[in-house]
C-alpha cells in the first residue's frame, strides 16, 4: 500500500490508524464475552468469530475499493470485534479438556498456533501478491476460515462428556483429573477478591508489556523490512514470518519441557513458569534493541529478529497459562481481565509507531524497538503467579 506504484498511498499515521483500528475491537468485546464465555461455553463464541472475521475477510477489496480507508478502518474494528472471544474461548475449553500436570504442552500447542499461521501467512502473502494481486490474499484467507469452521463444527466438543468417541478410559480420566481442580458447584464470580488480587494484577502488567511488543512486531516489521533494510514483496513475507514459525517452535518445546520438570524433576510450578516467563522477556528485549543497532546488515537484522521473537514464545506455557492456573473454575473471567486490559496496548502500539516513524526512517524505528525493548524488561519484574486462591 505504501510504494509510490501501489494502489492506496495512504501515509504512516494512517496505516497506523487502519490497524489499531482491530484493537480498539478486540478490546471492546474481549472482557465482556470473556465473562459471558465462562457461562455458555468456548466453541460458540470461537465460531461467531471465525464466522464474522472471515466474512469480513472476503469484503475487504470490495469495501477499501470502494471507501478507502475510512471503509478498511471499520472492517478492522469489526474483526476485533469479533476476535475479542477468541482466547478466552480457548481458556474455557482448555479447562474442561486438559489435565494440569499436560496443561503445559497442550496450552503450548493451542495457543502457539497462532504464532504458526502468522508464519504461513506472511509467507503465502508475498508469494499471492507477486503471483496474482493484493486481492487475492483477501479472498484465499477469507475462503480458508470458512472452510476452517465446518471441520472445528464436527471436530470440537465443549467438554469430555460431550464426546461421541472418547473412550470409557480417557473420559474416566480426565474426569478425575479435572475434578481436581475444579469445584463441582461453582459459586457466583467473586469480584472482590479478584480485583484485589496482586497476582493477577501482575499478570495484567506482564500481558500489556507482552502485548505491546508482540503487536509491534504485528504492525511493524513488515514496514521495517521493507523501508528500511530494503527487502524485496517475497523476501519480506518469508522473512518477517521467520520470528513467527521460531516463536511457535519455542512455544511448543517449552510447553514440553515444563511439563517435564514439574512431573519428572518435581519443582514447582511457579518456580518453572518465573523461569520461563523471564526468558520470554529478556531474550526478546535484547535481540530487539541488538538489532536496531546494525544499520543495512540485512542477514543479520533478520536473524536477531527470528531469535528475539522465538525467545518470545516461552511466554506462552509459563504466562499465559498462568490465567488458567490462578483458578480455573473462573477460567474465562480471569482470560479476559488479563488479556483484555493488556491489549489495550495494542490499540496504541501500531498508531505510536507510526507518529514515529512517518518517514519509515531508521534512527526513529531504533527508538521505537529500543523504547519497547525497555518496556518489556520493566513488566517482567513483577512475579509471575501460579495458584492463588481467588475464592
Known sequence: FQSSSGHFLWDEATQGLILSAFFWGYCVTYLPCGLIT??????IMISAGILASSVCTLLIPIIVETYGAVGITILRFIIGLSQGPMFPGFNVLLSQWAPKKERGRLG??????SYLGSAISLTLSGIIIYSWSWKTVFYIFGSIGLI?????????????????FISETELSYLNEEITKAKQKDIPPVPWKSILTSLPLWSLVIVQFGHDWG????VADLPKYMRGVIHFSVTENGLLSSAPYLVMWLFAVACGWTIDWLVKEKNIDLTTVHKIFGTIGAIGPAAGIVGASYCGGHKTLVA?????AFGLMGAYVPSVWLGTLALNPNYAGTVTSLV???GSTSGVFAPYVVGILTPNVRHFKYTNQYKSWGTLVLFSFKKKVPVNPSLS
Open 108 to 113: 503450548a500447542i493451542v495457543f502457539a498456533g
Open 38 to 43: 465462562q457461562n455458555i461455553g468456548g466453541k
Open 214 to 217: 508482540l503487536f509491534t512486531v
Open 339 to 341: 488479556g483484555g486490559i
Open 148 to 164: 476452517w469452521l465446518i471441520f472445528w463444527q464436527f471436530i470440537c466438543y465443549e467438554q469430555p462428556s460431550h464426546h461421541p
Open 303 to 307: 536473524t536477531l529478529f527470528a531469535v
